[in-house]
């Protein structure tokens, strides 16, 4: 009978990402924070004024919530 020890990896642990991977993660990241952005924007966007006032916005206001950027 075999047994498998999955309690190591097979590259070891101290290996770095490579350079590829990483630009990868970063693809990735980038694009799941302009999908975020996306959502948001067309979310708020759906509203109508007086549903944006409710919340203390103003159409406006729509494009620095999607994007991260605080509010003065």
Do not use: C
Request: hydrophobic share 40%; no cysteine.
């Amino acid at each position: 009978m075999a047994a498998l020890d999955t309690s190591r990896t097979s590259y070891g642990a101290n290996r770095q990402p490579s350079r590829l991977g990483t630009i990868f993660a970063m693809i990735a990241a980038n694009m799941m924070h302009w999908n975020k952005a996306r959502i948001t924007r067309n979310t708020l966007s759906a509203l109508n004024d007086r549903e944006l006032a409710d919340i203390g916005l103003r159409r406006d206001d729509i494009e620095n919530i999607a994007i991260g950027r605080p509010q003065n």
